[in-house]
């Protein structure tokens, strides 16, 4: 086993380090995909001293295997699909679309209790780094990466602490800057690469956010 984070802290302030580069930019916005990458997100924003948001985005699993994701959907409608895995399940488009329509009322769910009440910040035209603990599929990422571009953000970039070659292949076709810290070759859950991995609760990413 390669290098292993002690939390999702530890790795926050890993790739902060790593980040240094994005220090100073005009604009700046550190945006988490919750709830796994907001205490890594909230370590970077610190160190980047940049603001810190959430963009909701929800893995559409298969019934059969809900861990395996066949799409990804995000705030503002994005929804990318694993064709792959899509085919190996034999899921119909109808029957995709009331899966998706089940998560997506989950992602309103979480906007409204993760924000407060507070909208979205407006991204158009400014820097943003999206932040998560771990690309495995990259399903999410790229759903999220796909929403941010609708938006017309600036500068794109991704940080993440593990993720495997194939993930980090296709985020950077989508991202401006990439920086991933471990690239296993044999990759496995994410979790395999924290010697602490606990569920994340709602009430912490609130109060990473308000902090």
Same mark, same amino acid.
């Given at each position: 086993m390669e290098h292993r984070f002690r939390d999702r802290r530890d790795a926050?302030?890993?790739? /902060?380090? #790593?980040?240094?580069?994005?220090? $100073?930019?005009?604009?700046?916005?550190?945006?988490? @995909?919750?709830?796994? *990458? %907001?205490?890594?997100a909230a370590e970077v924003a610190t160190a980047l001293d940049a603001p810190l948001d959430v963009l909701v985005v929800r893995k559409v699993g298969w019934p059969a295997q809900p861990?395996? /994701?066949? #799409?990804?959907i995000a705030s503002? $409608?994005?929804?990318?699909?694993?064709?792959?895995? @899509?085919?190996?399940? *034999? %899921?119909?488009p109808d029957e995709l679309e009331a899966l998706a329509a089940a998560e997506r009322r989950e992602l309103e769910r979480r906007e409204?209790?993760?924000r407060g009440g507070r909208p979205p910040l407006d991204v158009a035209g400014?820097?943003?780094?999206?932040v998560d603990d771990g690309l495995a599929t990259g399903a999410t990422m790229l759903a999220a990466l796909s929403a941010l571009r609708a938006l017309d953000v600036g500068k794109l970039g991704v940080a993440v602490p593990v993720g495997s070659?194939?993930?980090?292949?296709?985020?950077?076709?989508?991202?401006d800057e990439v920086t991933c810290l471990l690239t296993p070759r044999d990759f496995g859950a994410v979790g395999a690469y924290y010697d602490l991995f606990p569920q994340v609760a709602d009430e912490e990413v609130r109060h990473l956010l308000s902090r």
């Open positions: 926050g302030q890993a790739l /902060a380090r #790593a980040l240094a580069g994005w220090r $100073g930019v005009p604009g700046l916005q550190v945006l988490a @995909l919750p709830r796994g *990458g %907001v205490p890594v861990e395996v /994701a066949l #799409a990804a503002g $409608g994005a929804m990318v699909t694993n064709p792959h895995v @899509l085919a190996v399940a *034999g %899921v119909e409204r209790a993760y400014r820097p943003v780094l999206v070659p194939e993930s980090v292949r296709r985020c950077r076709e989508l991202a």
